[in-house]
């Protein structure tokens, strides 16, 4: 089990901070609960049973599951060990989730105490309360024989051999070995003992060199895909892992002109992982981009835009834009991918909660690249790429908002936010134009949040224009509901959990 993080000074809490603690335990309100860990008030023996209560009432959505969870883990075990009853009392082998949470707590809190309950719940426990049981046993030595068994079970096959590997015995050593001796590398995919993991990069290394003095297509494409998954699970932040990936694109660009299916499916593995190391590591991706299938030529593209100044991205990768290229060939597939890759991070601004990460990546790209999306009469990227305000941009957004004005607002958003965020000279008319659409609309359509956030980009006067559209009449509910809730957060609030 991982060891529990707790604040070194805890005090009584005020009535107001109780009463905090409180609402955001009642509203799922995560990030609050977890301001007040960090400052270390959230301990007091009055929150006591609202805790395990948030456990008991947990419906188990997202929000809620992430808030049981970091109550569970970081929040209860830090009262009392003599909580350690009142936790039991709740504790049930079967039921809902939350129960694999109170038997983790129950093991944190007493391990010795605890541990026939964990052979007690493999017996009887419901399918998550089994797992919370093996994670347990990690920490008892003894308990190897019982792992084994449910090694061999499907579901719990993988969180058994995570705990064998950290048992750190001579026997579980012996069974890890066995399993890498009989290429069940999957068996070790969670494997944290270091004497395993250099037995697994040596049989890597091995078969780097087999791949290298092999000349049957077949008996390569099968070291290949051996290869492959052992790659996958060797991954860590090792020097080591770092050169058995370079090695394993030198031979896999090698090989790449027989064109194996097998060769080329390893090599967008090792190209994907590669892409997501340190700088000096990604970046031999670009060297090699031209032996990457051309269906996966986004992994090179993403690696350039992440890595490379804008300016070197643009004269790097815009001679691989064809325009007149048919999407079937090697250029189109390339083409694609490398289109796809410039609006990859942009196209977050439909996803709120990285809304202001995609509008931040719209700035570091080179103004070249509006010429291409021109030139590739390519609407979507375009809209994306206003922010670098191509002189045929102000005529080409009014245009296409006019074509679009009878289409769903939904439809036409990202073209008024295309007008705000390249400072149309008619974004605030026409901004304020959608919203009264919106607000005199018989459909239902609640969705204002991305639509307001607009206004942290228009002039001052634009939230008391909307505030007077709610004067009419005819506005409808949602309307007078969601304006004044969004127009009174600020705009760093936005995306908030609570404001979701």
Same mark, same amino acid.
């Given at each position: 089990?991982?060891?529990?993080?707790?604040?070194?000074?805890?005090?009584?809490?005020?009535?107001?901070?109780?009463?905090?603690?409180?609402?955001?335990?009642?509203? @799922?309100? !995560?990030?609050?609960?977890?301001?007040?860990?960090?400052?270390?008030?959230?301990?007091?023996?009055?929150?006591?049973?609202?805790?395990?209560?948030? #456990?008991? +009432?947990?419906?188990?959505?997202?929000?809620?599951?992430?808030?049981?969870?970091?109550?569970? +883990?970081?929040?209860?075990?830090?009262?009392?060990?003599?909580?350690? $009853?009142?936790?039991?009392? /709740?504790?049930?082998?079967?039921?809902?989730?939350?129960?694999?949470?109170?038997?983790?707590?129950? %093991?944190?809190?007493?391990?010795?105490?605890?541990?026939?309950?964990?052979?007690?719940?493999?017996?009887?426990?419901?399918?998550?309360?089994?797992?919370?049981?093996?994670?347990?046993?990690?920490?008892?030595?003894?308990?190897?024989? !019982? !792992?084994?068994?449910?090694?061999?079970?499907?579901?719990?096959?993988?969180?058994?051999?995570?705990?064998?590997?950290?048992?750190?015995?001579?026997?579980?050593?012996?069974?890890?070995?066995?399993?890498?001796?009989? =290429?069940?590398?999957?068996?070790?995919?969670? @494997?944290?003992?270091?004497?395993?993991? *250099?037995?697994?990069?040596?049989?890597?290394? %091995?078969?780097?060199?087999?791949?290298?003095?092999? /000349?049957?297509?077949?008996?390569?494409?099968?070291?290949?895909?051996?290869?492959?998954?052992?790659?996958?699970?060797?991954?860590?932040?090792?020097? *080591?892992?770092?050169?058995? !990936?370079?090695?394993?694109l030198k031979s896999a660009t090698a090989l790449k002109s027989g064109s194996e299916d097998i060769v080329a499916c390893t090599l967008v593995d090792i190209a994907g992982m590669i892409g997501l190391r340190k700088?000096?590591?990604? #970046?031999?991706?670009?060297?090699?981009?031209?032996?990457?299938?051309?269906?996966?030529? =986004?992994?090179?593209?993403?690696?350039?835009?992440?890595?490379?100044?804008?300016?070197?991205?643009?004269?790097?990768f815009s001679p691989y834009s064809n325009p007149r290229a048919k999407r079937s060939t090697v250029e189109g597939k390339r083409d694609g991918e490398l289109f796809n890759s410039l609006s990859r991070e942009l196209?977050?601004?439909?996803?709120?909660?990285?809304?202001?990460?995609?509008?931040?990546?719209?700035?570091?790209?080179?103004?070249?690249?509006?010429?291409?999306?021109?030139?590739?009469?390519?609407?979507?990227?375009?809209?994306?790429?206003?922010?670098?305000?191509?002189?045929?941009?102000?005529?080409?957004?009014?245009? #296409?908002?006019?074509?679009?004005?009878?289409?769903?607002?939904?439809?036409?958003?990202?073209?008024?936010?295309?007008?705000?965020?390249?400072?149309?000279?008619?974004a605030p008319e026409e901004f304020v134009s959608a919203i009264r659409r919106k607000a005199l609309s018989k459909k239902f359509d609640p969705d204002y949040q991305r639509w307001l956030y607009l206004l942290k /980009?228009?002039?001052?006067?634009?939230?008391?224009?909307?505030?007077?559209?709610? $004067?009419?009449?005819?506005?409808?509910?949602?309307?007078?509901?969601?304006?004044?809730?969004?127009?009174?957060?600020?705009?760093?609030?936005?995306?908030?959990?609570?404001?979701?």
């Open positions: 089990m991982n060891e529990l993080s707790v604040p070194k000074t805890l005090s009584k809490l005020t009535r107001d901070e109780i009463a905090e603690i409180q609402t955001a335990l009642s509203n @799922c309100d !995560l990030a609050s609960l977890e301001k007040a860990y960090k400052r270390s008030r959230f301990a007091d023996s009055r929150l006591k049973a609202h805790y395990l209560r948030a #456990l008991n +009432e947990a419906n188990w959505d997202n929000d809620q599951r992430d808030l049981a969870t970091f109550v569970a +883990e970081k929040i209860i075990p830090t009262f009392s060990p003599r909580i350690y $009853d009142e936790v039991l009392r /709740d504790f049930k082998f079967s039921g809902n989730p939350s129960n694999a949470l109170r038997l983790s707590i129950l %093991h944190r809190l007493n391990p010795t105490r605890t541990k026939p309950l964990l052979a007690e719940a493999l017996e009887k426990g419901s399918f998550s309360v089994k797992i919370a049981a093996i994670e347990c046993l990690s920490d008892h030595a003894d308990s190897f024989d !019982l !792992l084994v068994r449910y090694s061999g079970k499907r579901d719990f096959a993988s969180y058994a051999n995570k705990s064998i590997s950290r048992l750190g015995t001579t026997q579980s050593k012996e069974f890890l070995i066995q399993k890498l001796e009989n =290429g069940d590398y999957y068996a070790l995919k969670q @494997c944290n003992d270091k004497s395993i993991s *250099k037995l697994m990069f040596q049989r890597a290394e %091995h078969l780097l060199g087999e791949i290298a003095e092999e /000349d049957s297509k077949s008996k390569r494409d099968m070291l290949f895909q051996e290869l492959g998954l052992l790659t996958r699970v060797c991954e860590d932040n090792s020097a *080591k892992f770092d050169r058995l !990936l370079l090695g394993c700088k000096s590591i990604a #970046l031999r991706i670009i060297e090699v981009r031209d032996a990457i299938p051309p269906e996966e030529f =986004g992994i090179a593209a993403d690696v350039g835009r992440k890595h490379l100044p804008p300016s070197k991205f643009f004269d790097v196209s977050k601004l439909w996803r709120y909660t990285d809304f202001q990460a995609g509008r931040k990546e719209k700035a570091k790209l080179d103004p070249r690249w509006a010429d291409l999306a021109f030139k590739q009469k390519d609407d979507d990227l375009i809209l994306e790429l206003a922010n670098l305000k191509h002189p045929q941009l102000a005529n080409y957004l009014t245009k #296409l908002l006019n074509a679009h004005l009878k289409k769903d607002l939904f439809d036409l958003f990202p073209i008024i936010e295309a007008m705000v965020r390249s400072k149309h000279a008619d /980009d228009l002039p001052k006067s634009m939230p008391q224009k909307v505030l007077y559209l709610l $004067d009419d009449p005819k506005c409808n509910q949602e309307a007078h509901e969601q304006i004044p809730k969004w127009l009174s957060l600020p705009f760093d609030e936005y995306f908030g959990v609570a404001a979701l």
